[in-house]
């Protein structure tokens, strides 16, 4: 299927979020023996699933599922405290690698529903991150997804409404939620700083520009990725005839390119680089041109005990030479060099402690 041209977007794929937590799962495995625990899917893409599968890591969906002693990782998409709770308790070591831009919005419904506010949470329902993100405050967050929610939704008579969100939503969709609510509602509380992140955002306002400017565009990632759908829903109403959602390039449908000399591609914040490349490849085109909107210079730190252990290692001359590096220069490292690095020189558990008893202690993943 010969593609005349590919317009590819800036930005695209994994976002520092998931930057951080890939890498902090990566390294798990490397200061550990096999098995590590994860949490639920450590971000929703399969291909990056089954690398870690590939490294001994086994990914279980309630803490409990783990042995008591063993290392586990929370995912990036936030977790109910009571889950957090039950890991220390059960745990030898936990890492919560909640991307902060998710604690954002934990605190928010703390706040707001502890000042006797109620909080429509706009999410999707069943997802882990809305699932974990409702736990801060069950009895006075209520869940809606469209428009048609916010009318049945039952708030007390009042109460302060706040209208708080799941980060990697539609903004087109998003504002359709917040709008029926400030008309049911009136003054409705909203953040300063809005909920959905920059990766989302940005990453949707790049497929706005690629879907007025191609034929068909094509959105890389996992069906169970919000933000991954979101694009798709993004380039459909921008006015794209043919938006389609692939996993990878064994999902491209065959006719795609046929009589279209314009394809966009685009990858959602949880799709890897090397699974956009090879959907590029398959659609075999003369040329490609990057469309950016956005630089994105955000980073963020490995969690903090990964990051002290490291550290100790490196200090005392221990770490094996190719991972003192990628720990040096882990801004600069992508997840994606660290996992091929651990891959090929086989560094699972190169640098496990040794086993200790659970300690019931928590170590976030934030320096502060
Ligand atoms: Fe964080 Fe946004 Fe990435 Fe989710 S999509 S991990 S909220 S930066």
């Given at each position: 299927m010969p593609t005349r041209r590919i317009l590819l977007a800036e930005p695209r794929g994994f976002c520092a979020g998931?930057?951080?937590?890939?890498?902090?799962?990566?390294?798990?495995?490397?200061?550990?023996?096999?098995?590590?625990?994860?949490?639920?899917?450590?971000?929703?893409?399969?291909?990056v699933v089954a690398r870690f599968?590939?490294?001994?890591?086994?990914?279980?969906?309630?803490?409990?599922?783990?042995?008591?002693?063993?290392?586990?990782?929370?995912?990036?998409?936030?977790?109910?405290?009571?889950?957090?709770?039950?890991?220390?308790?059960?745990?030898?070591?936990?890492?919560?690698?909640?991307?902060?831009?998710?604690?954002?919005?934990?605190?928010?419904?703390?706040t707001r529903t502890r000042a006797g506010g109620t909080v429509l949470y706009v999410g999707h329902p069943g997802h882990d991150?809305?699932?974990?993100?409702?736990?801060?405050?069950?009895?006075?967050?209520?869940?809606?997804?469209?428009?048609?929610?916010?009318?049945?939704?039952?708030?007390p008579d009042g109460a302060p409404v706040a209208v708080l969100a799941q980060t990697t939503l539609a903004y087109d969709a998003?504002?359709?939620?917040?709008?029926?609510?400030?008309?049911?509602?009136?003054?409705?509380?909203?953040?300063?700083?809005?909920?959905?992140?920059?990766?989302?955002?940005?990453?949707?306002?790049?497929?706005?520009?690629?879907?007025?400017?191609?034929?068909?565009?094509?959105?890389v990632g996992s069906s169970s990725s919000s933000n991954t759908r979101a694009l798709a829903d993004t380039a459909r109403r921008a006015g794209c005839p043919v938006v389609v959602r692939v996993a990878g390039p064994d999902e491209l449908a065959a006719d795609l390119t046929d009589g279209r000399d314009v394809v966009g591609v685009t990858a959602g914040a949880s799709t890897p680089a090397h699974t956009v490349d090879a959907v590029v490849e398959a659609l075999r085109p003369e040329r490609i041109e990057r469309v950016e909107v956005a630089r994105e210079g955000e980073y963020f730190p490995l969690a903090?005990?990964?990051?002290?252990?490291?550290?100790?290692?490196?200090?005392?001359?221990?770490?094996?030479?190719?991972?003192h590096d990628a720990f040096v220069h882990d801004r600069t490292t992508s997840a994606d060099d660290l996992l091929t690095l651990i891959e090929g020189a086989d560094l699972v558990g190169a640098h496990a402690s040794p086993a200790r008893p659970a300690t019931g202690a928590l170590q976030h993943r934030r320096a502060s």
């Open positions: 998931v930057e951080s937590a890939v890498k902090s799962l990566a390294w798990m495995a490397v200061l550990h023996r096999p098995p590590v625990f994860c949490v639920h899917p450590v971000v929703h893409n399969e291909h599968e590939r490294l001994g890591v086994r990914f279980v969906d309630d803490p409990d599922d783990a042995p008591a002693g063993a290392p586990v990782l929370l995912s990036a998409h936030g977790s109910a405290p009571h889950a957090v709770e039950r890991a220390a308790r059960r745990a030898s070591v936990v890492v919560d690698a909640v991307c902060p831009l998710v604690t954002k919005v934990h605190h928010e419904i703390r991150e809305a699932v974990g993100a409702i736990a801060h405050a069950p009895d006075r967050v209520v869940l809606v997804e469209t428009p048609a929610d916010v009318a049945t939704a039952t708030v998003w504002r359709e939620v917040v709008g029926a609510a400030g008309r049911r509602f009136g003054d409705v509380w909203l953040p300063p700083r809005d909920d959905l992140c920059f990766a989302t955002t940005n990453r949707q306002a790049a497929v706005v520009v690629l879907a007025q400017r191609c034929e068909a565009v094509v959105v903090r005990p990964i990051r002290q252990r490291l550290r100790e290692l490196a200090v005392h001359g221990a770490l094996d030479p190719a991972l």
